[in-house]
Nanobody
Framework: QVQLVESGGGLVQPGGSLRLSCAAS????????MGWYRQAPGKERELVAR???????NYADSVKDRFTISRDNAKNTVYLQMNSLKPEDTAVYYC??????????????WGQGTRVTVSS
């Protein structure tokens, strides 16, 4: 089995910064893409940012130039640096990963989520 554990959420004032981390553990052969999604109250879950094993990234338009996704392949960990936070960034942030448990089979996994609240 594979587990994704997020950390780093919390309460921050508008304009502030937070750094989220997500560590994958368990039966892992290799990890393809990893990403962050978020779900605000009453809204659907949406993509925030994603990064491939080679480092290619894509971002939601709403977070471009404010958020940066990165990963440490040796640690099976993905990060999300969030700057210039706005109240509309308030949501539960979920880590997601495409994990190969062997050379053939790939499964998609979700973390349990970490809450980010941007408020004065």
């Amino acid at each position: 089995q594979v587990q994704l554990v997020e950390s780093g959420g919390g309460l921050v004032q508008p304009g502030g910064s937070l750094r989220l981390s997500c560590a994958a553990s368990g039966s892992i052969f290799t990890i393809a893409s990893m990403g962050w999604y978020r779900q605000a109250p009453g809204k659907e879950r949406e993509l925030v940012a994603r990064i491939t094993s080679g480092g290619s990234t894509n971002y939601a338009d709403s977070v471009k130039d404010r958020f940066t996704i990165s990963r440490d392949n040796a640690k099976n960990t993905v990060y999300l640096q969030m700057n210039s936070l706005k109240p509309e960034d308030t949501a539960v942030y979920y880590c997601n990963a495409d994990v190969y448990r062997n050379i053939i089979y790939k499964n998609n996994y979700w973390g349990q989520g970490t809450r980010v609240t941007v408020s004065s």
